[in-house]
């Protein structure tokens, strides 16, 4: 692999790829867009309810209440990784907004503390990213899904513009954290030696395979 590469990586994910963010989606849950048309179609049983693709008659969402958000994983591993000292339950309940303010510094103590940090230490990773940048990218935990082209977390191309079924999201991460440069160093620490699925994957959902 080499750091040309990964610097073009780089440039095409600061320059191209759109954030994602969901926002105050439970206002605007469709189960289809047949159940909220005011007909009655498909196989529903009354207007916009029942059937195989709406919710039962006479059911309501009930959006009462407070909800508490308990856990989060934009990124696999990420939590466990850098937040495994005193505030990973602050960090599953952050919202993605905040948490580059509250954790960042967190993360880069952790990655580059000469005591504590990971082994062995962090100069910049295959993506060029230096410990500060790096840490600011993996602080946001959330998952980049770029609109266009490839969905992949890394083909060997392209890079975090969405995660499709097989990709192997920790050797992805493990590569960033611990394979230096051009990702060639620390070999026995750039995966965990778990392949990806060689089952097929379902073709509907939930789009599951069975154990390997
Ligand atoms: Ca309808
Ligand atoms: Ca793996």
Same mark, same amino acid.
């Given at each position: ?7 073009y990586?780089?440039?095409a994910?600061?320059?191209? &790829?759109?954030? +994602?963010q969901?926002?105050?989606? !439970? ?11 005011? &007909? %009655?179609?498909? !196989?529903e049983? #009354? ?6 693709? $709406?919710?039962? $008659?006479?059911? +309501? ?8 958000q ?13 937040? =495994?000292?005193?505030f ?7 919202v ?8 960042? =510094?967190?993360? %880069?103590?952790?990655l ?5 940090g ?8 295959a %993506? *060029? ?6 840490t600011?990218?993996l602080?946001?935990?959330? &998952?980049?899904?770029?609109?266009? *082209?490839? @969905?992949?977390?890394?083909? #060997? @191309?392209?890079?975090f @513009? #969405? ?5 192997? +999201?920790?050797? /992805?991460?493990l590569?960033?954290i ?15 030696? /778990? ?9 509907s959902?939930?789009? &599951?395979?069975?154990?390997?």
């Amino acid at each position: 692999m080499k750091t040309l590469k990964y610097t073009y990586l780089f440039v095409a994910i600061t320059t191209s &790829l759109l954030f +994602v963010q969901c926002n105050d989606d !439970d206002n605007n849950i469709i189960i289809n867009a047949t159940c909220s048309d005011g &007909l %009655l179609n498909g !196989d529903e049983t #009354g207007i916009d309810c029942g059937g195989t693709a $709406c919710l039962p $008659c006479g059911q +309501v969402l009930d959006f009462s209440g407070t909800y508490k958000q308990e856990d989060q994983v934009g990124r696999p591993g990420i939590n466990t990784v850098f937040g =495994t000292t005193g505030f990973k339950d602050a960090f599953n309940s952050t919202v993605p907004s905040e948490m580059q303010a509250a954790f960042q =510094t967190k993360f %880069l103590a952790k990655l580059i503390d000469p005591t504590t940090g990971l082994y062995p230490p962090f100069t910049t990773n295959a %993506l *060029g990213l230096t410990a500060e940048e790096f840490t600011t990218v993996l602080s946001n935990d959330v &998952l980049w899904v770029a609109k266009t *082209g490839i @969905t992949t977390y890394f083909n #060997g @191309t392209e890079i975090f @513009t #969405g995660r499709a079924l097989n990709d192997d +999201v920790i050797d /992805v991460s493990l590569l960033l954290i611990f394979g230096g440069p051009d990702g060639t160093e620390n070999p026995t620490l750039t995966s965990d030696g /778990v392949p990806t699925n060689d089952v097929a994957f379902s073709t509907s959902f939930p789009y &599951l395979a069975g154990p390997f």
